[in-house]
């Protein structure tokens, strides 16, 4: 959801202090099914008067069809409309008449809804998110409302960005199958052709108990939780229809691709795609920890190479889109005033061998390792951090406890193990190369 309301700074504050986690060095939670096949996870943790409440529903932009894509985005807006007790437009009424915040996001493989409470509204929270799940308004007025706002968004974000329409282009072009070949936003013509009938089906198929996973962490009483999670959910009906899961695999690439893209910017771009595994791979946190050597942050290798020695390239940043079914380790260069996209193409390269043939430092592998450390409890640190990554554990791997053992992982990743994947992964037939230039340059 675009729009972000403000929030009361004394609960700003209380959400910004370290929770339990840091502090027993392990999250303790609760989980139970309700009979409609909805998932709850119960984290309680009473040191602050706040609480959060995260519902997940397995569905993104992966689950929707070539010619409809756009519909799990466009649901995300279109949850926020009202239902058949909540009057169209009140929504954010009633988080911010009770001292609280709310928002939603869509990605490749889920929507994730959530509100930021005094603990003493969390009834108030669930009976919002119960009437999303089984009262959702979806009418012609809330439809042709989020079709222009939905249409807006893309224009805002992408096409009137410098460089918005990167992702887009990046996907599209490393993707020839899987339906990641397509981003969240969707394609606005789909959207304008899609009948009412089509968003009640995509409702009634994804937004249903069993699809969806229900977080509550924060100052909460255990039982009591329980009780208000089974007066509000328990009696929504199960979903009747299949949920579609797409199982097609992308092909192993045998030959670099590439692919050039002229858009509205000054300075041009280079962005490398290398095809990885999917999220929870043994060599998917490899190539998170590769990340963090390559690109993570001013001191890293690309950036004191390119940057500040070479001064090819005015930014560098490299990024694993980890995704459920399949990875995407990417990586892109903006070229400094004077210098051509071919330049910083040569430099890249460059500096793409070193990680593959050069050696890591034990210095350098304890620095990568602390980052990780600290982003993983960071992360896990706040009530709103917890309930997150408690839906999105259960949601891909149905096992919330990875909450506390998946640093484990991490930390039996050797410097061997990066170079070897370096060499697995990090070669030219396995990847896109994106030159991304400044319209002024297309012939």
Known sequence: ?????????????????????????????TEFDLDNGLHVILHQDNSVPTVAVNVMYHVGSKNEQADRTGFAHFFEHLMFEGSDNIPRGTYFKYVQNAGGENNAGTGFDNTDYYEIMPSNQLELALWLESERMMHLKIDSIGIETQRK?????????????????????????????????????????????????????????FYVPQNAVLVIAGDINLDQAKEMVKKYFAGIPKGKEKIFRPDVQEPPQT?????????????????????????????????????????????????????????????????????????????????????TAGELDTAMNEEINKARYGEISELAFQKIQNQIENDFYSSNSTMQGIASSLAQYYTY???????????????KITREDLQKAANKYLVPTNRLVMYYLPESLKK
């Open 255 to 339: 030959e670099e691709v590439k692919k050039t893209v002229y858009d509205k910017i000054q300075l041009p771009a280079i962005v490398y795609a290398y095809h990885t595994p999917a999220m929870g791979t043994a060599d998917s946190y490899v190539i998170n920890m590769l990340q963090k050597y390559l690109a993570g942050g001013e001191s890293s290798q690309f950036f004191k190479d390119l940057v500040d020695q070479k001064q090819v390239a005015v930014y560098v940043a490299a990024m694993p889109l980890s995704l459920e079914n399949a990875g995407l380790f990417v990586i892109y260069g903006i070229a400094n005033i004077g210098k």
């Open 149 to 205: 706002v939905v249409k807006e968004e893309r224009k805002q974000s992408y096409e009137n960005r410098p460089y918005g329409k990167l992702l887009l282009e990046l996907c599209s072009g490393a993707f020839k199958v899987m339906p990641y070949r397509w981003t969240p936003i969707g394609e606005a013509q789909y959207i304008d052709k899609a009948k009412y009938s089509e968003f009640m089906d995509f409702y009634h198929e």
């Open 1 to 29: 959801m675009k729009e972000r309301k403000p929030f009361m700074l004394f609960l700003a504050l209380l959400l910004g202090t370290t929770l339990s986690y840091a502090q027993s060095g392990r999250i303790q939670f």
């Open 397 to 411: 791997f149905k096992d919330a406890n990875l909450i506390n053992t998946e640093i484990e992982k991490y930390r």
